[in-house]
């Protein structure tokens, strides 16, 4: 096991609001337990009272590709903030196949999510493999495809205006 550099456990100590820029009922992972330069584990617990939540409390497993999302997020933010920066806003671009395993995530489980790198392009693409997990089963896993663009503002203006 390789040691994290200078640094890394600091970031990873800081709150969630800090890493990310979702907040209230958008904000899903509770916070990172580790990150390298090609991946990250992150962790959630299923709110019975969130908006997401069922009539049992439980969390549709479709919600498992926003928590993907935020983990690449917290990934793409911490890699910025090591290097003194701040990260580029991003969108998901979406995925080719997102396979859940069981319906829902059951209220108030603990679910570890992971990525890992699998390609990030100077023009800002990328690829993660990303796998949820509960009590060591997988639950969920798919390749999350994003973009950062250059200029996000203009970015987000065209897809409006197209």
Known sequence: MTT???GDEQLVQQPIEAIIPHRGTMLLIDGVDSF??????????????????????AMPAWIGIELMAQAIAAHVALLA???GGRARPG????????????????????LLIHVS?????????GAYECTIHEDGV?????????F???????????????
């Not at 997102?98 to 059951?106: D, G, I, S, T, V």
């Not at 997988?138 to 994003?146: M, T």
């Not at 950062?148 to 197209?162: K, N």
Request: glycine share 8%.
């Open 4 to 6: 994290p550099p200078p």
């Open 138 to 146: 997988c639950c969920a896993e798919a390749v999350i495809k994003i």
């Open 36 to 57: 390298s330069d090609t991946t990250l584990n992150a962790r959630a617990t299923v709110d019975p009272h969130a908006w997401y939540a069922g009539a049992d409390g």
């Open 91 to 110: 969108v998901l671009l979406g995925s080719r196949s997102y396979h859940a395993l069981r319906p829902a995530f059951a209220r108030g489980a603990h």
């Open 117 to 125: 790198e699998l390609l990030r392009a100077e023009a800002g693409h």
């Open 81 to 83: 903030m090591r290097g």
């Open 148 to 162: 950062q663009p250059p200029d996000f503002q203009s970015f987000i203006e065209g897809s409006v205006s197209s």
